[in-house]
């Protein structure tokens, strides 16, 4: 039986698609079966950011309702061996289909793949609670802004009080130099505001939206430093110890990520 992660965050605009498409291709990378759901009914783009839109037949409400067969609505990525894709429904609302369906649908996928990688919409409503439904572990992704850390420790408190434990944190699009100059949150305070084990961080880098925008996930370019990023990610899901990647060279820095892999 495979395992099924939920890539959420509360608020929008913080990578979470970028990041459920390139834990996914990371993880296919890594030589393991893989199919990406996406959730966010009437707003999908992991199609998009996956270079797959106009191979859609079928989709998540169709295999709801009865429609066609799971397998008939999953989109193999020709440029992997084991790496699909169910997409949401562009013009359906996220109430049409409901958290047991979602669950039941998450489940058959556990008994084929590995590794299921759901992406959630953004937002605390019926979207969120059909993602997290067939959900065993959680991926808070948030950036360095006060708006969106006080949206994900609101998305944390939720994943608490569901079946979900132990959520992992992903910092995104990360600037160094702002950090440095007090302009943008610094990792250590925001591990301290949320109080999740970090499982990665990941660089501002300008080849994330150039790959978007051509239908090629980041972490297929070897020049991008966000690619390294998120193939380390991928490599402590599958239960590889490796050390966080140290943007300005500074030992000592992220204690509890530290903690939580063994490294002190």
């Given at each position: 039986m495979g395992?099924?992660?939920?890539?959420?965050?509360g608020k929008?605009?913080v990578?979470?698609?970028?990041?459920?498409?390139?834990?996914g291709?990371?993880?296919?990378?890594?030589?393991r079966k893989v199919?990406?759901?996406d959730t966010?009914?009437?707003?999908?783009?992991?199609?998009?950011?996956?270079g797959?839109?106009?191979?859609?037949?079928?989709?998540?409400?169709?295999?709801?309702?009865g429609r066609?067969r799971?397998?008939?609505?999953?989109?193999k990525?020709?440029r992997?061996e084991e790496?699909y894709m169910?997409p949401a429904?562009?013009?359906k609302?996220?109430?049409?289909?409901?958290?047991?369906?979602?669950?039941d649908i998450?489940?058959?996928?556990?008994?084929?793949f590995e590794?299921v990688i759901i992406?959630?919409?953004?937002?605390?409503?019926q979207?969120f609670?059909?993602?997290?439904?067939?959900?065993d572990?959680?991926?808070?992704v948030t950036?360095p802004?006060?708006?969106?850390v006080r949206?994900?420790d609101?998305?944390?408190g939720?994943?608490?009080?569901?079946?979900?434990?132990?959520p992992?944190l992903?910092i995104?699009?990360i600037?160094?130099?702002?950090?440095?100059?007090?302009?943008?949150?610094?990792?250590d305070?925001?591990i301290?505001?949320?109080?999740?084990?970090?499982?990665?961080i990941?660089?501002?880098?300008?080849?994330v939206?150039k790959?978007a925008?051509?239908?090629e996930?980041t972490?297929?370019?070897p020049d991008?430093?966000?690619a390294?990023?998120?193939?380390?990610i991928?490599?402590r899901?599958?239960g590889?110890?490796?050390?966080?990647?140290?943007?300005d060279?500074?030992p000592?820095?992220?204690k509890?990520?530290k903690?939580?892999?063994?490294?002190g």
């Amino acid at each position: 039986m495979g395992e099924a992660i939920v890539v959420t965050s509360g608020k929008g605009g913080v990578g979470k698609t970028t990041t459920s498409a390139n834990l996914g291709t990371a993880l296919a990378l890594l030589g393991r079966k893989v199919c990406m759901v996406d959730t966010d009914i009437g707003l999908r783009n992991l199609d998009v950011v996956m270079g797959l839109e106009n191979r859609i037949i079928y989709d998540l409400c169709d295999v709801a309702d009865g429609r066609c067969r799971l397998n008939q609505a999953l989109v193999k990525d020709k440029r992997f061996e084991e790496l699909y894709m169910l997409p949401a429904a562009q013009t359906k609302d996220k109430n049409a289909v409901s958290p047991e369906q979602v669950r039941d649908i998450v489940l058959e996928l556990k008994k084929e793949f590995e590794y299921v990688i759901i992406d959630c919409p953004a937002g605390i409503e019926q979207g969120f609670k059909n993602a997290i439904a067939g959900a065993d572990q959680a991926i808070v992704v948030t950036t360095p802004e006060n708006a969106a850390v006080r949206d994900a420790d609101r998305i944390i408190g939720l994943l608490e009080n569901s079946h979900i434990e132990s959520p992992k944190l992903v910092i995104n699009r990360i600037r160094q130099n702002m950090v440095k100059s007090g302009e943008m949150l610094d990792i250590d305070e925001i591990i301290q505001v949320l109080a999740i084990d970090l499982i990665g961080i990941v660089p501002d880098d300008e080849h994330v939206i150039k790959a978007a925008n051509s239908g090629e996930p980041t972490v297929m370019n070897p020049d991008s430093r966000a690619a390294i990023a998120y193939r380390n990610i991928a490599r402590r899901i599958v239960g590889d110890t490796v050390p966080l990647m140290l943007l300005d060279g500074k030992p000592g820095m992220f204690k509890r990520m530290k903690k939580f892999f063994g490294m002190g």
